[in-house]
């Protein structure tokens, strides 16, 4: 039983400028291409930081507006009238870039995200260089399985290998990424791991728990 990693969803043929390329270029390119945003990557292809259409429609929000920063001003305001006098990516980007391991799970990832509120991540190899990108979208495949698939992976996966329990003594049955486990175990503790274990299976969106068991061994 595996999990999918970063490296299994991510997008590896990532769009990406250098810190020198002009404000009418960056626009051109998410246009071009149909992205939301672009790495800004030095020559040893170390992220510099990201430029996303957020960081660009300041030059829209302050048109023909004075974008001197007053003393006062919240700094996310102050970080806004910058960017509007921005013309090159190392201008325009917020950095430091949020990025991520290609090792890291779904999970890591999407938490990440949520955390630092950003739709995409750059990722990295073992040696900090840029491989990969990874959207919102890409998290979301996890759940694209056939209920098949999924119906194998818990019964072999999870039951057989892991758990070393005979398929025969639980049922699974997989309707819409749902899972419904019935049977009768040895222990409840079994059928505790056995399912959380189902929970975290790549595709599984609910899982429901009709296990018995023939022994409570949780009680102290």
């Known amino acids: 039983m595996s999990a999918l990693l970063v490296r299994d969803v991510m997008t590896k043929a990532v769009v990406t400028?250098?810190?020198?390329?002009?404000?009418?270029?960056?626009?051109?390119?998410?246009?071009?291409?149909?992205?939301?945003?672009?790495?800004?990557?030095?020559?040893?292809?170390?992220?510099l930081g990201v430029v996303s259409e957020a960081d660009l429609l300041h030059k829209v929000e302050f048109n023909g507006a004075d974008v001197h920063a007053g003393l006062f001003e919240r700094r996310r305001v102050r970080l806004a009238k910058e960017?509007?006098?921005?013309?090159?990516?190392?201008?325009?980007?917020?950095?430091?870039?949020?990025?991520?391991r290609a090792t890291a799970t779904l999970t890591a990832a999407a938490q990440l995200m949520e955390r630092e509120n950003v739709k995409r991540l750059p990722?990295?190899?073992?040696?900090?260089?840029?491989?990969?990108i990874v959207s919102r979208r890409d998290l979301l495949r996890r759940y694209l399985r056939t209920d098949e698939d999924i119906r194998v992976e818990i019964v072999e996966g999870v039951l057989r290998r892991v758990l070393l329990i005979d398929p025969v003594e639980a049922d699974v049955v997989v309707t819409g990424g749902h899972?419904?486990?019935?049977?009768?175990?040895?222990?409840?503790?079994?059928?505790?791991?056995?399912?959380r274990l189902v929970r975290s299976?790549?595709?599984?969106?609910?899982?429901?728990?009709e296990l018995e068991w023939g022994f409570d061994d949780t009680i102290l």
């Open 17 to 47: 400028v250098t810190p020198d390329l002009g404000y009418k270029q960056i626009v051109d390119l998410l246009v071009d291409f149909g992205v939301s945003a672009v790495p800004v990557v030095g020559d040893d292809r170390r992220v």
């Open 179 to 195: 899972v419904l486990l019935d049977g009768k175990l040895d222990r409840r503790s079994t059928a505790q791991i056995a399912v």
């Open 123 to 132: 990722v990295l190899d073992q040696d900090g260089e840029l491989v990969g």
């Open 201 to 209: 299976v790549d595709g599984v969106v609910g899982v429901t728990d």
């Open 83 to 100: 960017k509007a006098t921005g013309e090159t990516a190392a201008r325009l980007m917020t950095s430091p870039a949020v990025t991520v």
